[in-house]
């Protein structure tokens, strides 16, 4: 696998196994197709990515800099109050281990946005941004 799919996977491993997460994909799913008991729900994405030479000694290198994005689903009356306990659950998952499994040497999160596209309650929304840094000989991302 590329250590793309090695650290989104890794991310999935993790928040699978998060209390405050009850399903994690990487497919996107229509919100109305899924149960309320399938909620806090989490898709994670692969995003952007920047990448440059980072030459050690006679090692030709690359580094790369990701973002994967999380997107978080709850359900219910209190749907910020919901969205305010899942992103903390979150954040101190991925905090637990900066370097997801080895994949990467650094992540952490740079961005939270709340949205409220076409959405109507007792859905509440929010995309996380992890950026994600780590190195990978040349040819083989």
Known sequence: MSNRENITAHIVTE???LAAVKTVTREPKEITELSPQSFPHVLIEAANETREHASFGNTVRRESTMDVVLNGIVHGSDRDSKRNTL???IESKLAEDVTLGGYAYDSEI???EIREIAETAPY???AMVLQVKYFYDKGTP
């Open 15 to 17: 928040l699978t196994a």
């Open 124 to 126: 509440g929304q929010f």
């Open 110 to 112: 740079t961005e939270i």
């Open 87 to 89: 992103i903390a659950a």
